[in-house]
């Protein structure tokens, strides 16, 4: 038994109808009679005899169920346990006791693993805080300590049943950054500084970029963020080499910071050859998803999607919506692809900052009407880096996403290099748990939903949800392929969906 939370736990969709049961009964116990409701459709293949139910009957358990409360929305309220809500000790693996989320939160976590993640005992420690998806960012690192992260990330899932982390594996894409510098520069207010193509220049007022076609790209009067933002200087000449800029806002320039140019993106493939080389070990390793940097147009998925199915691969594919020249195209982005990234990081150094929360509420909204799940990623909990705590306005930004239905939130620096990756996951979980059981119980699907009544699966789905809203109740779905499952949770029903396959 599986339960499937939401769309980010999908499996591949089928064209096979499943039997579905909807019981006005919740599992936490109670004194109702039970009511099942039947739909099915005739299999084409034999269903083994332990699937094939002429009637079924709810009785009394033998032994009393725990009194766990269930509340309208999946997850429990805090002030319903009666310990705190986001762990318990179970049992011991690594020598010491260790803590899993005790609710149902349905909004996953991603969590980038990096040096400050990358042990057996803190892969186990993230898993058990409420990690839900490891991250590879192949922006950094190499093969070798991507492999170790993967094989323990397996190792993990080997050991248990009913949990699973799925792998994330993130390409670099084509990034502009700046070159080596032996020391950080310091830059200030109203100083000259150069940008070249020559490779390894690192002077006090001029340092090489790692593109050529940089000069060609950019013009006078634009303006270079650093860092996506933390830096930003405006360009005031250049030459055949040389991009000449003003620094507007100064601070520390240090080795192979990223670069943007405000409102443009670079003319570069979105899958470089180091990406081809990384989507190759995805291939082999069999990740479960790639998320693809700087995606432009839908040719880029479509492209992707020709490689992996000549290599029977069966990986879900992210475009990660951080370019200007990805906004025009979001439709056809979208409608290609598994799902998307709100990276919200270059997507407001390449656009206006205050057209990214507006951007992600956009998204997340079309993601949802496309029935395809959606992660929020970039700066959630930047503070946690370096403090044990994170501000009020990062916890807010938790909460809205979650709000505003978004399939999963990312954690990037905070696991990959700070100093407090779990009391940042923690955080995270705790938040999103919270913001769940704050939701209000809709009878009906939200809104922008719709169901195609030519396809029988849909019509279950659609009123299955609009059943269990109105009876507060769980729901189970018999499957083979969990394709019925993951149509439920399209329809994000307020409770928890509980998938039976003999698979």
């Known amino acids: 038994m599986a339960a499937i939370n939401n769309q980010m736990s999908s499996s591949r969709t089928s064209a096979d109808a499943s039997r579905l049961f909807s019981s006005s009964r919740s599992f936490a116990g109670g004194d109702r009679s039970a009511a099942f409701l039947y ?64 609710a149902l939160r349905k909004t996953k976590i991603v969590c980038t693993i990096g040096p400050s993640t990358s042990s057996r005992e803190m892969i186990w420690k993230l898993a058990e805080a409420g990690m839900n998806v490891a991250r590879l960012n192949m922006s950094h690192g190499d093969h070798a300590s991507h492999q170790k992260t993967v094989d323990l990330v397996k190792e993990y899932n080997a050991q248990f049943e009913d949990k699973v982390i799925a792998i994330m594996l993130d390409t670099k894409g084509p990034e502009v950054r700046s070159g080596d510098l032996p020391q950080p520069i310091n830059l200030e207010e109203g100083q000259e500084f150069n940008f070249t193509i020559e490779r390894g220049v690192a002077t006090e007022d001029t340092v090489s970029v790692n593109y050529d076609d940089f000069v060609n790209d950019v013009e006078v009067g634009d303006t270079l963020l650093v860092d996506g933002g933390m830096m930003s200087l405006v360009v005031t000449a250049k030459s055949k080499e040389v991009v000449k800029c003003e620094v507007v806002d100064g601070g520390e320039l240090k080795s192979r910071r990223h670069l943007n140019v405000r409102g443009k993106s670079a003319t570069l493939p979105s899958i470089t050859d180091k990406d081809w080389d990384d989507i190759k070990f995805g291939v082999d390793n069999q990740v479960d998803f790639y998320a693809v940097s700087f995606v432009k147009d839908a040719n880029v998925i479509h492209e992707l999607k020709d490689y992996l199915k000549s290599n029977n691969a069966d990986i879900h594919v992210i475009p990660k919506i951080e370019s200007a020249d990805s906004i025009p195209n979001l439709h056809s982005i979208l409608s290609a692809s598994d799902g998307a990234m709100v990276a919200r990081g270059d997507l407001g150094a390449e656009l206006p900052i205050e057209e990214v929360p507006l951007l992600q509420e956009d998204i997340i909204r079309r993601c949802h009407s496309m029935q395809k799940p959606v992660i929020v990623a970039t700066n959630m909990l930047e503070s946690m880096i370096n403090h044990p705590t994170p501000t009020r306005a990062e916890v807010s930004d938790i909460a809205i996403a979650v709000r505003e239905g978004a399939d999963a939130i990312m954690l990037s620096g905070e696991t990959a290099h700070g100093k407090y990756p779990l009391k940042a996951v923690k955080v995270m979980h705790t938040v999103a748990l919270r913001t769940e059981a704050s939701l209000p119980s809709n009878t009906a699907p939200p809104t922008g939903y719709y169901v195609l009544q030519s396809h029988m699966g849909d019509m279950f789905a659609f009123h299955a949800t609009i059943m269990a809203n109105t009876l507060n109740t769980p729901i189970i779905v018999f499957t083979r392929t969990g394709s019925m499952a993951v149509q439920l949770s399209h329809y994000r029903p307020s409770s928890t969906i509980f998938a039976f396959t003999n698979e």
């Open 39 to 102: 739909v099915g459709k005739p299999a084409r293949r034999t269903v083994p005899s332990g699937f094939k139910l002429r009637s079924m009957k709810l009785s009394e358990p033998s032994v009393p169920l725990p009194d766990i409360p269930i509340s309208p929305n999946g997850p429990v309220p805090a002030d319903k346990l009666n310990s705190a809500p986001d762990s318990v000790a179970v049992n011991n693996i690594l020598g010491n006791d260790k803590t899993r989320p005790i």
